[in-house]
């Protein structure tokens, strides 16, 4: 069993960043794809493999950044020049395969005030 634990959302201006961190518990192991997804349709953000290659919504290209630390187990966001319609819950995801998420965070939320 997975668990993801995301952290570091809150409440900035727009203009600003924020940075999302989300630790996974238990084997990984199998679990390829780490990624974001936002709003209660789970919309995709980002996604990384476990190879570095990454994919991005066009809305948030240029402006977002997804890493991850395999050693850690953690998948990062790094979220510049925040809008206001960036505000949503994120949710934290891994998965099998590059378009199936097996395991969801509990979610974060993020405000962009204007």
């Known amino acids: 069993q997975v668990q993801l634990v995301e952290s570091g959302g809150g409440l900035v201006q727009a203009g600003g960043s924020l940075r999302l961190s989300c630790a996974a518990s238990?084997?990984?192991?199998?679990?390829?794809?780490m990624g974001w997804y936002r709003q209660a349709q789970r919309e995709l953000v980002a996604r990384i493999s476990s190879?570095?290659?990454?994919n991005y919504a066009d809305s948030v290209k240029g402006r977002f950044t997804i890493s991850r630390d395999n050693a850690k187990k953690t998948v990062y966001l790094q979220m510049n020049s925040l809008k206001p319609e960036d505000t949503a819950v994120y949710y934290c995801?891994?998965?099998?395969?590059?378009?199936?998420?097996?395991?969801w965070g509990q979610g974060t939320q993020v405000t962009v005030s204007s």
């Open positions: 238990g084997s990984i192991f199998g679990f390829n794809t």
């Open positions: 190879g570095g290659v990454t």
């Open positions: 995801a891994v998965g099998s395969t590059w378009d199936r998420m097996n395991y």
